[in-house]
């Protein structure tokens, strides 16, 4: 416990001495908001990476494979292809047409007013409801890794709120990106060395290993001992909605993952289209070997650990913290704990960053002020006030949900509004002439009230909970759910598209935005006129 | 007068405008061509394959459990290609948009004698 502190402290430190340097080096608006654009190919690609797997993916999807082994792993894999969306269709032509945020390329041949206003509004939707998920987990698996140390979910929740608020308003987007970039780079060499210590374990043989998955012991509830083959695909995705509710996250992460706003304005931060696409492929490089090793985490877990013995200590979040117990002992314990916990740093920055830009940019220069700054700076501090608000409502309703609140549906919703709203309006703006304005506010308003309806209806909010069921963890409507799935990916995103398509072919054409389409199409595949890195 | 390499985002006092230029350039029309000629096909490759796994998994579960590689079974190593593959298709796409890139530079180039040849 006493070890976990000080490498708490220690990441914590460091951190903050990122800032201070980066605090003397965010005066101006486009190092506050892109770090100059002179983060290079590799840089970004790992602070892609680091903005990228939450803690989530690092607690959650090695203790979905613990506890339910292939389908756990079958989860991990949409995580990966959907770069393949980033790499092939966004990261260029979205360097090449904007400034700070998604809207900019949205503004540029449209109405800019009532699109900035939709796509801000989407922008700061997913990313507080992404945050405000991060921050729950945050909060009550900081609580549980410093346990004894009177450290409560509300002190927790503060502890990281603050921190993330001091990062983004003194450091900007500089000591984000570094804090992403650190917080990469620790997870990856605390995953290799976990399943180094994994493989060990079973001699190096992947033999042996597999042999161990197939003959996973665990008791259920009732009590009676199960022998489960770890590999067999059903253990959490079961009949009749099982597949479906598959293949509808998949539809999310796979079109989602291009619509994350605080994933695409990291892009801005490169020097050019050509860098922004070499960033890719490093994030690709690290999220698929990430991935992949999320088989040893689970499947070592669940093999070494044991289901029972986890279910007991902490729950399923805690899998790969108490594989690195029992593997390497309590400084490990330690080590592990604290990569959890800059990754729940790391991630919560990027989106407070985002949200704050998005609204200094898209909502108070171009909408309020039309424009143009009155006051040299002005966009600035709005966003450092915006970080702040938007922090500090975060660390509210993670306080007032507390500790055990069902929030896993946050995510799911923040990547469905992001497939469904956000991705479809970028893909009609850079490749359809003929799309305009109206079919742009359709699109972000289909996508947006679909996903939130959808889920505010699905078994995520909508179930009947067993009288066992403790009353935070409750369900918020005891009542069977109207729609069966839990991604609600599968129809929200073809209602985006349709809104989107609909809006536009029943609406006059803007002419003068169709001539302007030629202008993107130039700028967006050749990147003449793009944002210049600002030199020394 | 605008700098070649960073003409002015809006020359629009000229009747045809740089940017309406360069769409008719033929390495621009190249360019497009290029990038639609990988960038489509690829992004069917890759959605169609995605998606074969969890509906492989959830509707033909018993083929999927057939183990062929000591305890590992189908759907285990179909999961694995998913990863092999993503990569496979980052690497082919890098290749192909060095020829993009160079396309990209003959836009330049062309835009570089419109420009000094004062329309």
């Known amino acids: 416990m006493t070890t976990t502190l000080v490498l708490f402290l220690a990441f914590i430190a460091i951190t903050l001495g990122i800032t201070a340097w980066a605090a003397k080096r965010s005066g101006s608006t486009a190092s506050y908001f892109a770090a100059n654009r002179r983060i290079s190919a590799w840089q970004n690609g790992v602070a892609v990476a680091g903005d990228y797997m939450s803690a989530a993916s690092f607690l959650g999807i090695a203790g979905l494979i613990a506890f339910f082994g292939y389908d756990g792993f079958m989860y991990s894999v949409g995580w990966l292809v959907a770069y393949l969306t980033v790499l092939l269709i966004v990261a260029e032509p979205l360097r090449n047409t904007g400034k700070y945020t998604m809207a900019d390329v949205l503004a540029y041949r449209l109405h800019p007013r009532p699109v900035r206003a939709m796509a801000s509004l ?76 994994v493989m060990a374990h079973f001699g190096f043989s992947f033999g042996a290993f597999f042999s161990a998955v197939t003959q996973v012991h665990y008791h259920l509830p009732d009590g009676t001992e199960v022998v489960k083959d770890f ?27 291009a619509g994350l706003p605080h994933i695409l304005v990291r892009f801005y931060t490169v020097p050019d289209a050509k860098t922004a696409r070499f960033s890719v492929v490093w994030a690709m490089a690290l999220i698929g070997g990430f991935y992949i090793m999320t088989t040893f985490l689970g499947f070592g877990a669940a093999t070494i650990v044991g289901r029972d013995y986890i279910a007991k200590n902490g729950g399923n979040n805690m899998s790969a913290p108490l594989l690195a117990n029992a593997l390497g002992g309590s400084i490990f314990f330690a080590f592990i704990s604290a990569i959890a916990f800059a990754t729940i740093l790391a991630v919560v920055a990027g989106l407070t ?76 703006s850079i490749f359809w002439r003929r799309f305009n304005t109206t079919g742009a506010v359709m699109g972000l308003v289909a996508g947006l009230l679909a996903s939130i309806v959808l889920i505010f209806i699905g078994p995520s909010i909508m179930t009947v909970d067993a009288p066992t069921v403790a009353p935070a963890a409750r369900h918020m409507i005891q009542h069977a759910p109207i729609f069966p799935l839990e991604n609600p990916g599968m129809l929200s995103i073809p209602i985006g598209f349709i809104g989107a398509i609909l809006g536009t072919l029943l609406s006059k054409r803007d002419l003068a935005g169709e001539e302007k389409f030629v202008e993107l199409q130039v700028r967006a595949n050749t990147g003449l006129g793009a944002e210049k890195a600002v030199a020394h | 007068m605008p700098a070649p390499s960073n003409p002015d985002p809006r020359p629009a006092r000229q009747e045809i405008s740089v940017w309406d230029r360069v769409a008719r350039m033929d390495d621009f029309k190249k360019l497009l061509a290029a990038r639609k000629a990988f960038v489509i096909p690829a992004t069917i490759f890759f959605v169609v394959y995605y998606f074969a796994l969890p509906i492989s998994v959830g509707y033909f579960p018993a083929l999927m459990q057939r183990k062929i590689w000591g305890p590992v079974n189908i759907a285990y190593l179909f999961a694995l290609s998913q990863f092999l593959v993503a990569w496979l298709i980052a690497y082919l796409y890098v290749r192909a948009a060095r020829r993009f890139d160079a396309y990209g530079e003959a836009v330049s180039k062309d835009l570089e004698h419109i420009v000094a040849e004062g329309n």
């Open chain 1, 122 to 197: 989407s922008t700061i939707t997913v990313s507080t409801f992404y945050m405000i998920a991060q921050m729950v987990g945050a909060g009550a698996l900081v609580a549980l890794l410093l346990k004894g140390s009177g450290i409560s979910f509300t002190t927790a929740v503060v502890g990281v709120g603050l921190l993330m608020i001091v990062y983004v308003v003194f450091g900007g987007m500089i000591a984000t990106t570094w804090v992403q970039i650190i917080k990469a780079i620790l997870l990856i060499t605390g995953t290799i060395l976990l399943s180094f210590l």
């Open chain 1, 353 to 428: 960053i985002t949200a704050s830009t998005s609204f200094a940019h898209d909502v108070w220069t171009n909408i309020i002020r039309h424009g143009q700054e009155h006051n040299p700076g002005e966009e600035r501090r709005v966003a450092r006030i915006a970080a702040f608000v938007v922090g500090a409502i975060s660390i509210a309703i993670a306080i007032v949900l507390g500790p055990t609140a069902n929030v896993a549906f946050l995510v799911a919703l923040a990547f469905a509004v992001a497939a469904s709203a956000n991705l479809p309006v970028i893909l009609f």
């Open chain 1, 231 to 257: 590999l067999t695909p059903g253990l959490r995705y079961k009949p009749p909605y099982g597949a479906l509710d598959l293949i509808s996250l998949g539809m999310a992460l796979i079109f989602g993952t």
